[in-house]
C-alpha cells in the first residue's frame, strides 16, 4: 500500500518542513513554501545489500590535460564568457529575463556548430513547428540539427544514450520533469532532480549540454540555488527588454574567467556581436552639456568605456532624492558625502540622479572619479571637455587611489581619440605616456575638476 505524505519546500532555498511556515525558516522570503506530496512506499536499499568496489585514487600529475576538447561556437563574444569555447562534458545553465535572447542565441550557434556537430535540440515549451519558424526567420538550417519536443527527462536521457549526439540543447529545465517524482514541473524538487539526472548523462557519455533557466522576479535563477552549484558555468543575460544591446555574463564558470562580458545586440534577425562595445557605448552623447562624463572600467581582460550621466537639482522636498541607475545606490551616497566633507560640493538641498548609458551595469571602484565629476560638473553647471576621460577610486579623505590596468585604461581612450585622461597620481609609474594624449595625475577631487572642466 502506497504512503502517501505532504511536505512543505521552500521554492528560493529548497528548505524542507513537515508543516507550513508563512516565513521560511532557513532564507527568511515569505510566502515561499509550497506543498509536495510525496510516496514514500518505496524504499532506497541498504548499504548492506549493495556490493560496492573499491576504486583506487589517482595522483594529479598523472592525469592528462592534452585531449581536452573545447567546441567553438562561432561568436567570439560567447567564446570569451565561455572561456575558449565549450568543455566536453559540461554542463551550462543560460539565464535571464523572458524575451532576453536565451533560445535565440542557442539556435544561432547551432548553424555554425551544426557544420561539423551533430547537434539535439530539447524543447519542452515550443512545437516542432514553432521552431522550424524562428529558425526560418534566423537563417537557421543545418542538417545535422535535430529538433525533440519532449518534458520527460528519463526519456530524453535515453535518447541520448542511443543517438549519441554531440551536443545537447534544453529548453527549459523549469519544464522538465521525472515521472518517479510526485511534484509538478518547475518545482524545486523537480528542478534539482531532473537538473542531477542531465548532469549524470552528460557526464557519463562525455556530451556537453546547454540548459536554459528562467529566472523569477528578483532576476536571479529559478529553482533552488543548489541548481548553479550542479552546473559547471552560470551565464546570465542582462539588459533591458527595451533596449537593443544586451549583455552576457559568466557568474560561474569552472572553465574560465568570471570576470568577461559579451556584449549582443539585437534584431530582427536575432543576435549580432558587438566587437567595439565601447564605441557604441558612447557614441550619440551630448556634446557641451554639463553632467557628463566618460568612464573606463575593466571587464575582465577588456577595457569597457562608458559614459555617466548625473544630474542635480534643486529639491522640492524636505529630504533630498537620490537615484542611481548601472551604479551603485550606497556608492553614489558615499561619493556625495566625500564631495561635500573633503571637496567643498554641497549636496544637501539638492536631488541628486546618476545614469549609466547603454543598460551597462559598472561595480568596479574605478569608476568613481568619473562619477564625481559628473556630480559636480551638473552642480556646477559646467561642461566637462569632450575629449576628456577620467577614472580612478575615491577615498574617504578625498583622496584619489590608483586602479589597475591603467596602462591598457590609458590605451582604450587613446585608441577611441581622447586627448585629456586624469589618472590617480600613484598610477603615473605603470604608464607609459602616449604621443598624442595627454596624461593629467591628480591626488584629489578638485585638482580633477579643474583639470578636465571647460
Known amino acids: 500500500m502506497a504512503k502517501i505524505k505532504s511536505v512543505y519546500i521552500c521554492s528560493e532555498c529548497g528548505y524542507e518542513s513537515p508543516k507550513w511556515y508563512g516565513k521560511c525558516p532557513s532564507c527568511g522570503e515569505w510566502n515561499t513554501m509550497n506543498e509536495e506530496v510525496r510516496d514514500t512506499s518505496k524504499q532506497a536499499p541498504s548499504t548492506a545489500s549493495r556490493s560496492v568496489s573499491y576504486a583506487p585514487p589517482v595522483q594529479i600529475k598523472e592525469i592528462s590535460t592534452t585531449d581536452e576538447i573545447r567546441y567553438k561556437t562561432g561568436s567570439s563574444e560567447l567564446d570569451r564568457v565561455m572561456g575558449s569555447g565549450i568543455v566536453k562534458g559540461s554542463l551550462v545553465l543560460l539565464g535571464g529575463d523572458p524575451g532576453i535572447g536565451k ?75 521525472l515521472s518517479e517524482l510526485n511534484s509538478s514541473p518547475g518545482s524545486v524538487t523537480q528542478v534539482r532532480e531532473s537538473t542531477n539526472y542531465l548532469m549524470r548523462t552528460a557526464k557519463s557519455l562525455d556530451i556537453p549540454m546547454i540548459v536554459v533557466g528562467h529566472v523569477n522576479k528578483e532576476g536571479s535563477i529559478a529553482g533552488p540555488k543548489v541548481l548553479e552549484h550542479i552546473v559547471d558555468a552560470v551565464l546570465h543575460f542582462e539588459g533591458d527588454k527595451q533596449m537593443s544591446y544586451r549583455i552576457l555574463r559568466a557568474v560561474k564558470n569552472r572553465y574560465g574567467s568570471t570576470n568577461e562580458i559579451g556584449v549582443f545586440e539585437m534584431t530582427d534577425k536575432g543576435l549580432n556581436e558587438v566587437d567595439n562595445p565601447s564605441l557604441m557605448l558612447i557614441s550619440g552623447r551630448p556634446k557641451n552639456v554639463s553632467g557628463t562624463c566618460i568612464a573606463c ?7 569597457i568605456l562608458a559614459e555617466i550621466q548625473a544630474l542635480a537639482t534643486a529639491t522640492g522636498f524636505g529630504n533630498p532624492r537620490r537615484m542611481s541607475t548601472g551604479f551603485d545606490y550606497n556608492r553614489m551616497n558615499l561619493i556625495i558625502a566625500v564631495l561635500e566633507k573633503r571637496a567643498g560640493y554641497y549636496f544637501s538641498n539638492t536631488d541628486a540622479y546618476v545614469n549609466v ?9 574605478a569608476v568613481d572619479l568619473a562619477v564625481a565629476m559628473a556630480l559636480v560638473s551638473s552642480l556646477k553647471d559646467i561642461p566637462i571637455a569632450d575629449d576628456a576621460i577620467a577614472f580612478g577610486e575615491i577615498g574617504l579623505a578625498g583622496e584619489i587611489r590608483s586602479v589597475t590596468h591603467a596602462q591598457q585604461r590609458v590605451n582604450e581612450a587613446v585608441r577611441l581619440g581622447f586627448k585629456r585622461i586624469i589618472v590617480p597620481k600613484h598610477n603615473m609609474k605603470d604608464i607609459t605616456p602616449p604621443a598624442d594624449a595627454q596624461v593629467i595625475p591628480v591626488s584629489n577631487v578638485r585638482q580633477a575638476f579643474e583639470a578636465i572642466c571647460e
Do not use: W
Not at 297 to 303: H, L, N, V, W
Not at 357 to 365: A, I, N, P, S, Y
Open 103 to 177: 533560445s535565440t542565441i542557442l539556435l544561432q550557434i547551432c548553424e555554425y556548430l551544426g557544420r561539423s556537430l551533430h547537434i539535439l535540440y530539447v524543447s519542452g515549451e515550443e512545437s516542432k513547428r514553432q521552431l522550424k519558424l524562428r529558425a526560418d526567420r534566423l537563417g537557421v538550417d543545418s542538417d545535422n540539427l535535430y529538433i525533440l519536443t519532449q518534458t520527460d527527462v528519463e526519456m530524453i536521457c535515453e535518447t541520448i544514450r542511443q543517438d549519441k549526439p554531440d551536443i545537447v540543447m534544453i529548453d527549459s529545465i523549469q519544464t522538465m520533469s
Open 297 to 303: 572600467a575593466m571587464e575582465g581582460t577588456r577595457p
Open 357 to 365: 548609458v547603454g543598460g551597462l551595469r559598472l561595480d568596479e571602484t
